[in-house]
């Protein structure tokens, strides 16, 4: 099966390394994978900024680029989301969105549901803490809202336990936003950044040496408190430990 | 008209809430302990998800025919001898509770908590024609002695620590000076409150829910100030908002396991007193109230807001308002409930709260109604976007967005130039020129090629 590969422009443009990995781990478990250069980006900036048709033009060409794909994969919680669930309210009644909707799948997503993966024959002998962002969690449904009274597996969890030697921590607060929100890291600077500050206290009480999660941007927010901060706890984003590109 | 003076800046606020930052921590932690409360209360109920669903829906169906069981309501409850009222605005439903608290020639009111008379200012307005109005609840009494509104609705006081609390009661009722013990502050404040249950003319109470077939009608409190606050005078005026109603005694007995689990992990609240109709020689008063609820209602895609039932769950875990207060939204009601409300009053002064939520979707998933919060609050922003509420240089910005999106060579040209530029910039000036971001947030380093340069070169050498 031949699959597109969506590759979100902020990890085009500033983590290549996650594409990479991403291709890597996709090709591994035997599946063609195919990016197609004309993508740009799903639309969300515009989209949360609350101008929709801003938005639209972009998610036509969004749609017209992936069309022809069975499967669409992406490494970004946030940005399948979008497409999935939010195209809804820009492009909905459009025969190429009311296909896609059903074929576009985040990276762990499919790696579970899909590909069924059961082995990965991978290392990575460290502690982590897993960053549920939000827009996985509570609209993809990749794991179990803390807020809900349900059974649901996280399939980030089921992934990571099948890395030899990791050791998954859990924090107290099971899965508090980071802070990022897209515009509202900036909009509301002195808010994001607190939000993140505790976020990171409650990774560091747990001892990890990284945060992982299926979202960069959020990791980016994280890293880059971390980073000015010189803290030691560092971020990868999950396909990097999955794929195995990192010891 | 005062309030609408104000221009609401969610941002400014929260920054300077967060100026201190030890308390801001401390607001955190004592509202996700409320969070935490309410897990525990609700875990163990294997039926917690079919409850709020079956809430939604008879939430959904009595705003839909609203008219019906309005009418039933006042029906009903004129047969039991309560008087009903009709306020079309916060200004008539002062004046009409004005004119029976003067009927009945009333000088001390005693008052349990109510949202709405909040939101209609009814305090100042009986205090200024002369009355005395007592806040009974706790927390609305130490909020009312310190001259401020509430900061939550369940928990009006939660921004006061005990000492600052301990000083206000010495200066108000006398206590010892640094008195901060809070069993014998909440004894000082029982006994200030027992005078004033005792000298009370008429008791004014909130509304929780109104049964549209008994005409009865259900006051949640866990102090039972309204049952000692209406028990003695012999005047009880109830304030209520139009969308309070549910169809039946069955319906209610849905809510009541929700209200108090969703707002503190109680099973139920310590008193429901149902007000079934005036004593003998007494009289009690409906006065239901619109204040922009019709309004509200006729736009459907708001609609389902108007289910909300004032537990505080969604102020309680959203990370947004844990660490910005409930003063910083401008609004009586704060926290992702404040913000899908406050638009409707005024899009314009309210502008900066549908863009303080980072749209995490906690709320959503807390609401015991099931109200779509965080849903609501991204439509609010199309809507401002659309009414034209944006700075010329934001509509500019996501405009260029758009046009560099839609056209891939533009985008792969514009990546390309951008980290040429930043990998020639030293980190610390990055720092400077990265605005808000910057402040105190590096960028991760900036790599030599983009995805989509790597991704070709890979496939080239196959």
Redesign the interface.
């Known amino acids: 099966m031949q699959i597109g590969l969506f590759?979100p422009?902020y990890?085009?443009?500033?983590?290549?390394?996650v594409?990479?990995a991403t291709?890597q781990i996709l090709e591994k478990h035997g599946y063609q994978v195919d990016?197609p250069?004309?993508?740009?980006?799903c639309?969300q900036?515009?989209f949360?900024?609350?101008?929709?048709k801003?938005?639209k033009?972009?998610a036509e060409?969004f749609l017209k680029t992936f069309r022809d794909y069975e499967t669409v994969v992406c490494p970004s919680g946030s940005c399948t989301s979008m497409v999935r669930n939010h195209y809804a309210h820009v492009v909905g009644g459009n025969n190429d969105y009311e296909t896609l909707k059903n074929r576009i799948f985040e990276l762990c997503e499919f790696l579970v549901d899909h590909a069924k993966v059961s082995q990965l024959d991978v290392s990575f002998p460290h502690r982590v803490v897993v960053h549920q962002s939000?827009?996985g969690l509570?609209?993809l449904e990749t794991g179990k809202?803390?807020?809900?009274?349900?059974e649901r597996e996280s399939k980030l969890h089921s992934l990571l336990a099948l890395v030899d030697g990791i050791e998954l921590v859990h924090p107290k607060?099971l899965?508090?936003?980071c802070?990022?929100?897209?515009?509202?890291?900036?909009?509301?600077?002195?808010?994001?950044?607190?939000?993140?500050n505790?976020r990171i206290i409650d990774y560091e009480e747990t001892g990890a040496e990284y945060i992982t999660g299926a979202d960069v941007s959020c990791l980016?927010?994280l890293?880059?408190?971390l980073?000015?901060q010189k803290k030691s706890i560092k971020t990868l984003h999950i396909a990097e430990i999955l794929a195995g590109t990192v010891q | 008209m005062t309030e609408a003076a104000i221009q609401s800046n969610?941002?400014q606020q929260?920054?300077a809430f967060?100026k201190d930052?030890k308390r801001?921590?401390w607001h955190?932690q004592a509202l996700?302990f409320m969070r935490e409360k309410r897990?525990k209360g609700?875990?163990g109920?294997?039926e917690?998800?079919a409850l709020r669903e079956h809430a939604s829906r008879i939430k959904m169906h009595t705003l839909s025919h609203l008219p019906k069981y309005l009418e039933q309501f006042e029906s009903e409850a004129s047969k039991r001898g309560i008087q009903v009222h009709w306020a079309k605005d916060g200004d008539e439903h002062n004046r009409i509770i004005h004119h029976i608290l003067s009927q009945h020639n009333v000088k001390r009111v005693v008052k349990s908590k109510s949202m709405l008379t909040e939101e209609c200012h009814l305090n100042d307005y009986l205090i200024e024609k002369g009355m005395e109005v007592v806040d009974t609840d706790l927390g609305e009494r130490i909020v009312q002695l310190a001259n401020e509104p509430p900061s939550h609705i369940v928990i009006p006081a939660i921004h006061k620590n005990r000492q600052e609390i301990g000083e206000l009661f010495h200066q108000k009722l006398n206590t010892p000076k640094g008195e901060t013990d809070p069993t014998r502050l909440t004894g000082a404040a029982r006994m200030h409150l027992r005078e004033k249950f005792v000298q009370a003319d008429a008791g004014i109470t909130g509304v929780n829910f109104a049964i549209a077939s008994t005409g009865g009608f259900v006051v949640c409190t866990n102090e039972g100030n309204a049952d000692l606050g209406t028990s003695l005078p012999p005047l009880h005026i109830a304030a209520m908002g139009l969308e309070k109603l549910v169809p039946t005694p069955e319906d209610l007995s849905v809510f009541l396991r929700l209200l108090a689990r969703s707002a503190t992990g109680q099973p139920v609240t310590s008193y429901s007193s149902h007000f079934l109709g005036p004593r003998p020689d007494t009289e009690m008063h409906v006065v239901i109230v619109d204040n922009g609820r019709t309004g509200h209602y006729a736009q459907a895609e708001f609609r389902r807001s108007l289910s909300c039932i004032r537990c505080g769950a969604c102020l309680n875990?959203c990370?947004?308002y844990r660490?910005?207060g409930g003063y910083s939204y401008g609004y009586t009601i704060p926290g992702p409930i404040g913000t899908t409300l406050a638009p409707h009053r005024s899009l314009e002064k309210f502008h900066t709260l549908?863009?303080?939520?980072?749209?995490?979707?906690?709320c959503?998933?807390?609401c015991p109604v099931k109200i779509n919060l965080h849903e609501q609050i991204?439509l609010?922003?199309?809507?401002?976007?659309?009414a034209g509420i944006?700075s010329p240089a934001?509509?500019l910005a996501?405009?260029g967005?758009?046009k560099?999106?839609?056209f891939?060579g533009v985008?792969t040209l514009g990546?390309n130039v951008?980290?040429g530029v930043m990998s020639l910039i030293p980190g610390n000036v990055i720092?400077k020129i990265t605005?808000?971001?910057g402040?105190?947030?590096?960028?991760?380093p900036?790599?030599k090629?983009?995805?989509?340069?790597?991704?070709?070169k890979?496939k080239g050498h196959e």
């Open positions: 590759i422009c990890i085009d443009q500033l983590y290549p390394h594409g990479i291709v990016y250069q004309a993508q740009t980006c639309g900036p515009m949360n900024s609350g101008a929709t801003e938005c033009s972009v060409h939000c827009h509570r609209e809202p803390s807020e809900l009274m349900i607060r899965d508090e936003c802070g990022f929100g897209g515009t509202f890291s900036v909009l509301e600077e002195a808010l994001s950044c607190a939000m993140g505790d980016m927010h890293g880059g408190l980073s000015r | 969610h941002p929260a920054e967060l930052l801001a921590r955190d996700w897990d609700v875990l109920l294997k917690w998800e875990t990370p947004v660490r910005s549908p863009f303080a939520s980072s749209l995490c979707g906690s959503s998933n807390v991204l609010w922003r199309q809507k401002l976007y659309n944006v934001k509509r996501l405009g967005m758009s560099m999106f839609t891939p985008y990546g951008f980290r720092a605005g808000a971001w402040k105190q947030r590096d960028l991760p900036i790599p090629e983009s995805f989509r340069q790597q991704y070709k890979m």
